[in-house]
């Protein structure tokens, strides 16, 4: 650590050892067990770019055959 004055080296140390002893307490008191969450499994994505086969005739939607997008109108 540079250019710290030891009066901000003391009040380091300081906050770490009471971040110790927090953590101590908090495992030592047994209830960590009640609040912790486990851990989900990751979601199932879709994969979008998977081939996907159209039925005979059919072809996937261009910029020209697609609809026009609909648009909102005041009332």
């Not at 110790?20 to 990751?42: K, M, N």
């Not at 994969?47 to 086969?53: G, L, S």
Request: charged share 15%; net charge negative; proline share 15%.
């Amino acid at each position: 650590l540079c250019n710290l004055s030891p009066r901000k080296v003391q009040a380091i140390d300081d906050w770490n050892a009471g971040f110790r002893h927090g953590a101590s307490a908090a495992h030592d008191s047994g209830l960590r067990s009640l609040v912790e969450l486990p851990i989900g499994v990751p979601p199932i994505i879709p994969d979008v770019f998977a081939a996907q086969a159209l039925p005979a005739g059919q072809f996937p939607a261009t910029p020209e055959t697609r609809p026009p997008p609909q648009v909102w109108q005041e009332r």
